[in-house]
C-alpha cells in the first residue's frame, strides 16, 4: 500500500482526499500546512504528496522545492483550483499538475502514473 501526504488548506477538501484515497488502498496522512508537511516529511516521509500550492504560511512551491532537495525520491503531485500556476517555472518540477475538480479520477490517474514512474526508475 503506497503512503501519501496530502497538503490542503481546506477542511472539507482534505477529509474528501483523505478519505477517497484510502478507499483506494493508500495510507494517507493529510496535514493543513506547508510546515505540517515540512514536519511530516522530515519524521516519517511518504511516497507520494498531493500539494496544493495556495496554503497559509509556507506556499505549496516553496514546499515542493523543498521535498526536491530534501527528499528527492518522494512523488509530489501539485493540486490547485489556479490553472496559471501550471505555466510557472516552479511548478514543472512536480510529478504532475491537476486543476481542483469536483471529479477525482484526474487526480487519482496523476498520482498513480507518478508513483508508477517513481517505481520504474528504482
Not at 478519505?19 to 505540517?36: C, I, K, L
Request: with cysteine.
Amino acid at each position: 500500500m503506497p503512503s501519501l501526504l496530502i497538503v490542503e488548506d481546506d477542511a472539507s477538501l482534505r477529509k474528501l482526499y483523505e478519505s477517497e484515497f484510502a478507499e483506494d488502498g493508500y495510507v494517507v496522512t493529510a496535514v493543513s500546512s506547508g510546515e505540517e508537511a515540512m514536519e511530516r516529511l522530515r519524521t516519517a516521509p511518504p511516497e507520494a504528496v498531493v500539494l496544493d500550492i495556495r496554503l497559509g504560511g509556507m506556499d505549496g512551491l516553496d514546499v515542493l522545492r523543498r521535498i526536491l532537495q530534501d527528499k528527492p525520491e518522494v512523488a509530489v503531485v501539485l493540486n490547485s483550483a489556479y490553472p496559471s500556476y501550471k505555466q510557472s517555472f516552479a511548478s514543472w518540477s512536480a510529478d504532475g499538475y491537476v486543476v481542483k475538480s469536483s471529479d477525482l479520477s484526474e487526480l487519482k490517474h496523476t498520482v498513480a502514473a507518478a508513483l508508477a514512474r517513481r517505481c520504474h526508475a528504482v
